[in-house]
């Protein structure tokens, strides 16, 4: 059995190899919450530096979300683990209201902006999170629930931008480690690391695959398998991602450097619907003011542009961009302000 297999705890090359290419950085914000899969990345990270005698600083960040009475305690003791391995760590908090629905997706969000402000206060251009085998397998599921297309279910990368982290990037090198040889790691360090019971409630749904799991690995669909589909449909997105370059340099009249864009919409009617997608897709990225379009709404659209073969007029606005079809042209370009009510009384 390999030590993949077995849960064993990562050796002196693990660490080398997890970490390789971040050697010439000048700073790296570890993002630390204290749970197993973090503080593990925060031993994993100080062995590597340690070994490397001149590498990265590195900054641990704890972020208390203020949702738990725990939070503080937790961020207090991640602040002595980190001090203990000579690395500098920070706690930093969500301030402000919180919502009273979808609290994951926006503790989220604000532990990515947070965690992106304290890069740049430390002139580090990456975020390292603790994203585990398990994570990216459960990634996968959740999106296939959710009718993901193909850029979805690719789910993680090692590297991308961090959400709204501006020139900041996201690195998770610990996605081919199972987090069963995370915990062995910590266990063998001798370090307890913090329980979050949010982890075991089946209110989320995340929480509610990690259960399955365990009848899905006995049919043979295990994470390691996941994740290999994840691999392999990032590699086809990457692919349909480059033809969309050659068709837009194809299609586009002028650069695509401001709005509107103009297309021949029989042209556009022409191309695999994936393809047209992705070109309108991001066009109405390009010139509305949004962020990216929901591919449910971006297939509405297009299935009403490429009616009848590209003919007749239709006027929509989606993400802040205004879609025309008419004369024989597809124009894509910033949707005029919404007026208020007030503005529209006489």
């Known amino acids: 059995m390999s030590a993949a297999e077995s849960g064993a705890p990562l050796g002196a090359a693990d660490v ?44 641990a960040v704890t972020v208390d979300h203020g949702l738990r009475k725990e939070a503080r305690r937790e961020a207090l003791a991640a602040h002595k683990l980190a001090r203990s391995l000579k690395v500098e760590h920070r706690i930093v908090r969500w301030a402000g209201a919180k919502p009273t629905t979808g609290i994951q997706e926006a503790a989220r969000l604000a532990r990515y902006r947070l ?26 599921l959740i999106r296939m629930s959710r009718g993901s297309g193909v ?61 399955a799991m365990p ?16 691999r392999r449909v990032r590699r086809a997105d990457a692919a349909l991602e480059a033809i969309v370059d050659d068709v837009v340099a194809r299609f586009a009249r002028e650069p695509w450097e401001g709005g509107p864009i103009e297309l021949a919409a029989s042209a556009f009617a022409r191309l695999p619907d994936e393809l047209a997608l992705r070109l309108l897709g ?5 010139v509305g003011d949004e962020g990216p379009v929901e591919l449910g709404k971006l297939e509405v659209l297009h299935d009403e542009i490429t009616t009848a073969g590209g003919r007749g007029r239709v006027r929509r606005t989606l993400a802040g961009a205004l879609v025309t079809r008419a004369g024989g042209r597809l124009v894509i370009e910033r949707a005029p302000p919404r007026r208020s009510r007030a503005s529209n009384r006489p």
Do not use: Y
């Open 282 to 286: 991001r066009a109405i990225t390009r």
């Open 215 to 230: 009848a899905l690995e006995r049919e043979g669909l295990n994470a390691e398998r996941l994740a290999l589909l994840a």
């Open 151 to 211: 850029t979805g279910l690719g789910a993680m990368a090692r590297l991308s931008p961090l959400p709204g982290g501006g020139d900041v990037a996201l690195v998770r090198p610990l996605l081919g480690i199972r987090k069963a040889r995370l915990v062995a790691t910590v266990l063998r360090a001798g370090v307890t690391a913090a329980d979050d019971p949010s982890n075991r409630d089946p209110r989320f749904t995340r929480v509610r695959f990690r259960t």
């Open 115 to 140: 965690l992106g402000d304290a890069a740049r206060k430390a002139g580090a251009r990456c975020v390292l999170t603790a994203h585990t085998l398990d994570d990216q397998a459960e990634t996968v």
């Open 16 to 59: 080398r190899a997890l970490f390789a290419d971040l050697t010439d950085h000048p700073a790296l914000i570890l993002a630390v919450s204290g749970g197993p899969d973090s503080t593990a990345l925060l031993l994993l990270a100080a062995r590597w530096r340690k070994a490397l005698k001149r590498g990265p600083r590195l900054v």
